[in-house]
C-alpha cells in the first residue's frame, strides 16, 4: 500500500525491532530498527523527532549483547534529540538518562554512571514527588553505584531513602522491591554482619513472591509456582544456602537438602521460558553454581551416611547442571544444524507467544472471568501446537530432540551396567566457585 519508503514502513519496523528486542531475539531487532532508520533517512531524515525512540531501542540492543560503546552512541543520540524536541517531557529525558547509568555501571565508568543517576533522579523527582515508587527505585540505583565503588556507607543511606519510601506507600511485593533487598544482603554479607544478610535474603524472596511470608524460619521457600521472578528465585535460594552456612556452620546444607530439588524445578520451569540473551548468560551462571552447591552438599551428606541415594543425586545434578547449560547454548544459537531454520524460528515464535500470554494471564488475575478465559484458551492452545511440533522434531530431528526436550537422567545403576569390566566413567561439574569430579567403574562404588 505505502511502498518500502514510507514513514510508516519505518515505523512498523521499528515496531518488529521493538517486539524482537522483548523476546530476546536480538540480533533481528538490530536489524528490523537499521531498516527503521534507513527509511526514515530517506523520508524525514536522522533529525526527526520519531528517530529517537529507534535510536533508544538500539541503545539498549547493543547494550544486551554487550556492544558497550555502541549502546551508549545511540542512547546519546537519542538524548540528543529528545532535548530538542521534548524538553517539556522529563519522564522520556530521565528514561535516556537512567539508561546511560546503567550502561555505564555495566562497563564498570562508575563515575558516569553515579552522575546520569543523579541526572535522572532529579526529573523524576520533579515529575512524581519524593515519595513514589519511581523515586524509590531511583535512589535503588544510586545506592547499587556507591556499593560497586566500595563506598559502603552511602550505599546504605541511599538503599535506606528507597525503603522508606516503599514502606510509606504500602508496597510489599514487586521485583523492585526484592532487588532492593537483595542489595542489602550483598551490603551485609560484606560487612560481614550475616545474621542480618540473612534476614533480608528471606525478605528479598518474601517481595519476589505472591504469597509467601515466612519470616522467621530460614530453611523455608516459596512455592515454585509463587515467584514474580523464577531466575531471582533461583539465584536467591542458592545465595540462602551459602548465608545459612555462614551462621548455623555445616550442618545448615543437611537441613537445606530439599531447597535444591525445588531450584531444580525452578531451573527445569523456567527454561522453557523465552529469556532475553544477556539474561540467559546470568541464568547458566547461576545455575551452573545452583549444581556445584547442590552437589557439595550431597557429597557431605554421602560422607556422614555412606547411602548410594546421594550418590544418585550427586550424578543427577552433575547431569543436569551440564545439560542446562548445553541446551541453553543451543538455545542462544541462530543457526543450528540439526533444525532447519523454519523450524527454529518456529519454535522460538512459540516460546515468545506463551511467555507473553503468560505474562497477560497474570495480569488478568484479577479482572473479570471472560479476560482470564480468553488468555487461558490462548495458552492452551499455544501447549497444543508447542507438543505437536515437538512430537514432528522426535520423529524427525532424534538427535535434536534428544538434546533440548530430554528432562530425565541416567541414575547410577544403569551408568554402570553399560560399562566394560575395565572401564571407568568420569564424571564433573564446574562453576565460578569451583568444581567436583566423580569416578564411577561397574563394579566398584562412585567416589
Given amino acids: 500500500m505505502f511502498g518500502d519508503t514510507h514513514l510508516s514502513v519505518s515505523n512498523s519496523y521499528n515496531t518488529i525491532g521493538a517486539n524482537y528486542l522483548k523476546k530476546g ?11 527503521s ?29 554487550g556492544e558497550y560503546d555502541q549502546s551508549v552512541s545511540y542512547f546519546k543520540k537519542a538524548l540528543s ?26 562497563m564498570n565508568d562508575l563515575q558516569k ?5 543523579f541526572l535522572s533522579n532529579q526529573l523524576i523527582i520533579a515529575s512524581f514527588g519524593k515519595e513514589h515508587k519511581e523515586t524509590a527505585f531511583s535512589y535503588s540505583s544510586i545506592g547499587e553505584n556507591y556499593f560497586k565503588s566500595e563506598d559502603l556507607r552511602n550505599a546504605k543511606m541511599y538503599f535506606d531513602k528507597s525503603l522508606a519510601i516503599y514502606q510509606k506507600t504500602g508496597i510489599e511485593r514487586s521485583p523492585e522491591l526484592s532487588d532492593l533487598y537483595y542489595n542489602y544482603f550483598r551490603l551485609f554479607d560484606q560487612e560481614q554482619s550475616y545474621d542480618s544478610a540473612l534476614c533480608y535474603l528471606q525478605k528479598a524472596l518474601i517481595a519476589n513472591s505472591k504469597t509467601f511470608d515466612d519470616t522467621v524460619n530460614y530453611y523455608h521457600n516459596p512455592k515454585i509456582n509463587e515467584s514474580l521472578r523464577p531466575i ?10 551459602q548465608a545459612l552456612k555462614k551462621v548455623y556452620g555445616e550442618e545448615a546444607f543437611g537441613k537445606y537438602r530439599s531447597a535444591f530439588l525445588k531450584i531444580d524445578s525452578l531451573v527445569e520451569s523456567t527454561g522453557r521460558l523465552n529469556i532475553k540473551f544477556k539474561d540467559r548468560l546470568n541464568f547458566n551462571a547461576i545455575v551452573s553454581n545452583a549444581y556445584y552447591q547442590a552437589i557439595k552438599n550431597d557429597v557431605g551428606l554421602y560422607q556422614e551416611s555412606q547411602k548410594i541415594g546421594f550418590i544418585n543425586r550427586i550424578l543427577y545434578y552433575s547431569e543436569r547442571g551440564k545439560a542446562n547449560t548445553l541446551k541453553n547454548e543451543i538455545q542462544t544459537l541462530s543457526n543450528y544444524s540439526l533444525l532447519p531454520d523454519s523450524l527454529l524460528e518456529k519454535e522460538r515464535n512459540l516460546k515468545g507467544l506463551l511467555s507473553y500470554y503468560q505474562t497477560k494471564l497474570k495480569q488478568q488475575v484479577d479482572s473479570v472471568p471472560e479476560g482470564l478465559k480468553h488468555w487461558q484458551n490462548e495458552i492452551f492452545n499455544l501447549n497444543r501446537q ?8 522426535k520423529n524427525n530431528f532424534p538427535e535434536y530432540h534428544e538434546l533440548t526436550y ?8 544403569e551408568i554402570q551396567s553399560s560399562l566394560e569390566p575395565e572401564s571407568a566413567l568420569i564424571e564433573y561439574v564446574i562453576s565460578e566457585e569451583g568444581g567436583a569430579v566423580l569416578v564411577s567403574g561397574r563394579f566398584g562404588g562412585v567416589r
Fill in 81 to 106: 534529540l529528545k532535548q530538542k524536541y521534548y524538553r517539556e517531557e522529563q519522564l522520556s529525558i530521565s528514561t535516556n538518562y537512567q539508561e546511560l547509568a546503567t550502561t555505564y555501571l555495566e
Fill in 25 to 35: 531475539q536480538l540480533n533481528l531487532a538490530i536489524d528490523y530498527i537499521h531498516k
Fill in 406 to 413: 530430554r528432562t530425565s537422567s541416567l541414575k547410577v545403576k
Fill in 232 to 241: 531471582n528465585s533461583i539465584l536467591l535460594m542458592v545465595d540462602k544456602a
Fill in 37 to 65: 532508520l534507513r527509511v526514515k533517512e530517506n523520508t524525514v531524515g536522522l533529525d526527526h523527532y520519531s528517530v529517537a525512540n529507534a535510536y533508544q531501542n538500539l541503545g539498549i540492543s547493543y547494550r544486551e549483547i
Fill in 113 to 117: 554512571s553515579l552522575e546520569y543517576s
Fill in 386 to 393: 508447542r507438543d505437536t511440533l515437538e512430537i514432528f522434531i
